[in-house]
């Protein structure tokens, strides 16, 4: 005569599957989000520009401007910490350079390393200022920067000289 009840291998199989199906479920949501934070990566860079935009601005009167690091757009309080730039995981600001060779406006380039080439084409897909060179891509971004100081500073270098300002 059966008694009524689970026996240990049926309630071992039943964790068994109900294991699989959670590993299932969670290393996909995984994967969307680990796509969705590469996928933002040019707003950490259009943020980036915006303080090395206003780094330029307060220094390009003065002739050549070194390229900042994310240290010194902290120093300089353009920044309020690294975090405020901060990429997913594992991805590093490799380089930030400035091109004002030209006439004015200068164009910023951001290169940014990512852990494979796949994650970099997901970073860069559909930005046309985004050129992808295996792990790394650069973002190219022109100089419109409109804060008052640089405004101003412009206006006072136009009245006093009647050239370009930076």
Known sequence: MREGGYTLVTVTIAIAVSAMLALAFFSGASNDTRIELLSRSHLVVKRLNSAVSAYYDSRCQFGAVPAPTVTDLVNDGL???TQEVAFTSGVIL???SIDNTGPPPA???YQVKFLSAGDAAIAAAGKMNAVVSGVYVTWT???DSNSRSSLSEGGEYLRAF???SC
């Open 107 to 109: 164009l910023f380039k």
């Open 162 to 164: 009647g050239g370009n």
């Open 79 to 81: 920044l309020n910490g």
């Open 141 to 143: 971004i022109v100089n």
């Open 94 to 96: 490799n380089n930030v």
